[in-house]
């Protein structure tokens, strides 16, 4: 049952990138290749605390992270988070270089360029070479692009929720009164293809590409399938993690882009007050940076080439905290605003732990220099990055 | 303008918000909204913001001038006189605007202190509240359908308390604590005060709770359970599920679901009950899974009851809780039953963790009050038949720890140290 879920997810992965292929429309005829062919893989991943990740109590719920790559890589132990401890604001940091000030809930765009912009302006990029795909709610397709004038949407990433067309195929089936039956799926399709009907790219996350406003029929029918299957045939739970990593498993396929960001978020179930499924969650982002690894070595585009960064948002908040300890992430404290971060492959290729203490808006910077960027300078008074130290660059 | 230690509602309340105005425009949403909910504020509540008023009112002016005037220039720089900020009420799109402002972090540490430098100067009254010196006693139940693994249980309560092995049965302490026995009264009878119901809390994942107390205890008990409320939360689920991603449209629905009429979604045993009905509607409002899983619901009401009436007695028992179903796993925030037809399983190791990491959390909550330094903490795993105690200082049974102890030998003792 397991292979034959898996199975099915992959296909319908491989379906979902493929409308997208059929729609794209190459922005820029030349390119020049980003240096050596170089490609960075940039994961984030919810808030975890240190206690139930690196830590005595925490390992056994990381054993891939800790026991298979921790010996191969660089390892920050402290690497804090300044900035607002929301999922828009620190995802957009991270990207920028810049601690961003932002609404939560996604409405505004980073306030400074985001690497996808600086790559792709930089080096002449199409948009299939900077792609962000994500599994979390809490962010909207203007991560993707910066409101500089010099730069934004026409430099922008692809991005994808794959997550969320899950999602709102179960809402709206939901909506109508109509159950998800095992014995009966007829009932719900209508309703998923409806959705398909009634909503355009933006409904099922692509963003950024401007020109096209629907999926093309292939694409639609191909989708329309892909859900089908999936519904038909899952008789057990499928997380959200797990469909955006073989998306994005299909996009490495496809497209090798130069520059991939992956955001995990099964984790944030914790909001909802159970322990037991946050740290499922956090054993599933586990796993999947792993299998993620491992894929990135069975393909020639990446393998000997690609520097992967997995890192936590945030902490979450402690135990005891007035807000709830590990429920929520909003406490200005050590539990929250300290995380760690590994780094892998090629410029991560000397392993030691760097127990100086470092930022997130430090990744920004690090990242331009793996391309060989112009790194990104202040933006007004606001405080900038500075290279990681450990790495190849 | 003066503020009476014995508040009368009109006048007093007219002299708060005058009081209120006074102080920077963030300051004001948040005691705003406490003063407009005045008549369903627990009597620890009322006491409490009352002094914490008097304590601005009777700082000299040149205090409390140094105190907000960081803060009024933070405003300024913040740009708040050009925001569409509420000041009646604490709104999504008022933490949006302070969150979104550069200034955000000073702010914050500006606001607390203010209000630790207030709440040092606040003016209790002599009001009949429950001093903190008086014994207390949280009662945390992990039912037997729970397989607790003991090393969890250690994890949590190790640093603080000690373990013993009941030697019986391991509900019976339940019962003895709820209905006593003939000679010896419960121990709810012992710390409660029938007067008021704020003083002692029956906190359910499931209805075991209200079935096993005494009718008398339990119509002078602030009684809630997760099962009880089934019907009002998937109304209140159902409307929160209208909530658009739109901040300002969420304020609106937010406000809409305060305002509704839900009178004819409380359980029977919530009529007449305002204070009760408003602290539920305000524990659905304020998140943390309550809505959605029995013991993060069984938590988030004891730490809230906790926190805002300082009861004497509370006792919060956890359940079962199901695994979620096909899809449901990713859309969490929705009514289980209702998008998949197919029949609730049983997940007990899950909800055994669950229960173990949340009961801490509840001792966790209460040791955050200074009633918690007089505070007697009893979990009760009854699967692996373990007891883990805390005791204040210099009030620990002289047991050897992990002692087999009878469940009559244990109510006794705690009894005698409750009624001391």
């Not at chain 1, 300290?338 to 760097?354: D, E, F, R, S, Y």
Request: aromatic share 8%; charged share 15%.
């Amino acid at each position: 049952m397991e292979t034959t879920r898996r199975n099915i997810l992959k296909a319908a992965a491989a379906l979902l990138v493929e409308g997208v292929v059929a729609a794209r429309h190459p922005a820029f005829a030349q390119q020049s290749p980003p240096r050596a062919g170089r490609k960075v893989i940039l994961v984030t991943c919810g808030g975890i605390r240190r206690e139930e990740s690196f830590s005595a109590t925490g390992v056994r719920h990381i054993p891939h992270l800790y026991q298979d790559l921790l010996p191969q890589g660089v390892f920050y132990p402290l690497i804090r988070n300044n900035g607002v401890t929301s999922h828009f604001n620190t995802i957009s940091s991270i990207l920028t270089g810049h601690w961003q000030h932002l609404d939560d809930w996604g409405k505004t765009p980073p306030a400074s360029p985001t690497l996808f912009e600086y790559l792709r302006k930089d080096r002449n990029l199409s948009q299939d070479q900077a792609w962000l795909i994500s599994s979390n709610k809490a962010l909207t397709n203007r991560i993707g692009a910066s409101s500089v004038r010099d730069y934004g949407q026409p430099y922008g990433a692809n991005v994808v929720f794959p997550k969320q067309l899950l999602i709102d195929a179960v809402v709206r089936a939901a909506q109508q009164g109509r159950a998800v039956r095992s014995a009966d799926r007829a009932s719900v399709l209508p309703e998923l293809e409806a959705m398909l009907e009634t909503q355009n790219y933006e409904g099922l996350g692509w963003s950024v590409s401007g020109e096209t406003s629907a999926l093309n029929p292939a694409a639609q029918n191909a989708v329309q399938q892909a859900i089908h299957d999936l519904v038909s045939a899952t008789s057990v739970p499928a997380t959200g993690d797990e469909f955006t990593w073989l998306v994005s498993a299909e996009v490495m396929r496809r497209f090798a882009p130069s520059l991939l960001v992956i955001t995990f978020s099964d984790m944030e179930v914790a909001h909802f007050g159970s322990y037991a499924m946050h740290v499922a969650g956090v054993r599933t982002v586990d796993r999947l940076v792993h299998e993620l690894w491992t894929h990135a070595q069975s393909l020639p585009a990446y393998r000997g080439n690609t520097t992967l960064f997995v890192l936590p948002e945030f902490g979450r908040d402690m135990d005891g905290s007035t807000t709830n300890g590990f429920f929520n992430h909003r406490q200005n404290a050590e539990s929250t605003r300290n995380t760690w971060m590994l780094a892998l492959g090629q410029a991560a290729a000397k392993p030691q732990i760097v127990e100086q203490p470092v930022e997130q808006i430090d990744i920004c910077p690090t990242i331009a220099s793996i391309f060989d960027l112009k790194a990104p300078g202040p933006a007004g008074n606001a405080q900038s990055g500075k290279v990681l130290p450990g790495l190849l660059l | 303008m003066t503020i009476p230690a014995q508040p009368s509602p009109a006048a007093d309340l007219a002299a708060y918000r005058r009081l209120i105005a006074r102080l920077p425009v963030t300051l004001r949403p948040e005691l705003n909204a406490r003063l407009a909910q005045w008549p369903t504020l627990f009597p620890f509540e009322q006491d409490q913001f009352a002094a914490f008023l008097r304590g601005i009112q009777s700082t000299p002016s040149s205090q409390l001038d140094a105190l907000t005037r960081p803060l009024w220039d933070l405003e300024t720089r913040m740009g708040v006189a050009r925001w569409d900020f509420s000041q009646s009420e604490s709104t999504v799109e008022n933490a949006s605007l302070l969150a979104r402002s550069p200034y955000y972090p000073e702010w914050r540490q500006q606001v607390d202190r203010f209000f630790q430098a207030m709440e040092h100067n606040a003016q209790p009254s002599t009001a009949s509240q429950p001093g903190p010196a008086q014994s207390r006693l949280v009662l945390l139940l992990l039912p037997e359908h729970l397989p607790v693994d003991p090393a969890e249980l250690d994890q949590r309560w190790r640093s603080t308390g000690r373990a013993f092995r009941i030697d019986g049965d391991p509900q019976s302490l339940r019962r003895l604590a709820l209905q006593g026995q003939p000679g010896t009264p419960s121990l709810a009878s012992v710390l409660h005060p029938a007067e008021d119901t704020s003083q002692l809390w029956l906190i359910d994942a499931e209805d075991a709770l209200a079935r096993d107390a005494a009718p008398a205890l339990a119509a002078s008990a602030s009684s809630l359970s997760f099962t009880g409320l089934a019907a009002f939360r998937r109304q209140f689920l159902a409307g929160i599920n209208t909530i658009p991603r739109n901040i300002s449209a969420t304020d609106q629905v937010i406000a809409q679901l305060r305002r509704q009429d839900w009178s004819p979604w409380y359980p029977a045993a919530l009529a007449g009950q305002p204070r009760l009905q408003q602290f539920v509607l305000n524990l659905w409002l304020s998140g943390n899974g309550a809505l959605i899983f029995p013991n993060a619901f069984v938590e988030w009401t004891a730490s809230e009851a906790l926190r805002r009436a300082r009861p004497r007695m509370l006792v919060a028992r956890f359940g079962m809780q199901t695994r979620p179903k096909p899809f449901t796993s990713i859309a969490i925030f929705e009514d289980q039953q209702k998008i998949s037809a197919l029949p609730s399983v049983d997940d007990p190791e899950s909800s055994a963790l669950d229960a173990v990491m949340l009961s801490h959390y509840i001792w966790l909550a209460a040791l955050r009050y200074p009633q918690g330094d007089n505070t007697f903490c009893l979990c009760i795993a009854e699967h692996p038949r373990t007891a883990w105690l805390v005791a204040p200082p210099n009030r620990w049974p002289a047991w050897a720890p992990g002692q087999s102890i009878a469940p009559q030998q244990l109510y006794q003792w705690l009894a005698a140290q409750l009624a001391s």
